[in-house]
């Protein structure tokens, strides 16, 4: 069985930081690039941040550049979210994502995304 299980979601305060660990079972994270993804309550699922098989490129969406950052490590079969200087409206779910090549991680398609995790609450609050 081929599944994705993120870990590291938790209670921060504002300026906090917290690390998404995302890992795959039964499944090769390198073979796929690898996005994040979160859901807050009432709102739609939106991309965060990617990782391309193709060339390692780690992709941002606005709203997170230069605080978050997306690593891979091939060897724990693992991808990570480091999450800095985090703010209340980046509160929600996460989840990572599996998408096969062919695809463009960045556009952050829900559909083209092949593997999906149970995701992991993040709240940030004062």
């Known amino acids: 069985q081929m599944l994705l299980v993120e870990s590291g979601g938790g209670l921060v305060h504002p300026g906090g930081s917290l690390r998404l660990s995302c890992a795959g079972s039964?499944?090769?994270?390198?073979?796929?690039?690898i996005g994040w993804f979160r859901q807050a309550p009432g709102k739609e699922r939106e991309g965060v941040s990617c990782?391309?098989?193709?060339?390692?490129?780690?992709h941002y969406v606005d709203s997170v550049k230069g605080r978050f950052t997306i690593s891979k490590d091939k060897a724990q079969n693992r991808v990570y979210l480091q999450m800095n200087s985090l703010k209340p409206e980046d509160s929600a779910a996460y989840y990572c994502?599996?998408?096969?090549?062919?695809?463009?991680?960045?556009?952050?398609?829900?559909?083209?995304?092949?593997?999906w995790g149970r995701g992991t609450p993040v709240t940030v609050f004062s």
């Open positions: 994502a599996a998408i096969r090549g062919g695809y463009s991680c960045s556009n952050y398609v829900l559909d083209e995304y092949e593997y």
């Open positions: 039964g499944l090769i994270l390198d073979d796929y690039s």
């Open positions: 990782i391309s098989k193709a060339d390692g490129r780690a």
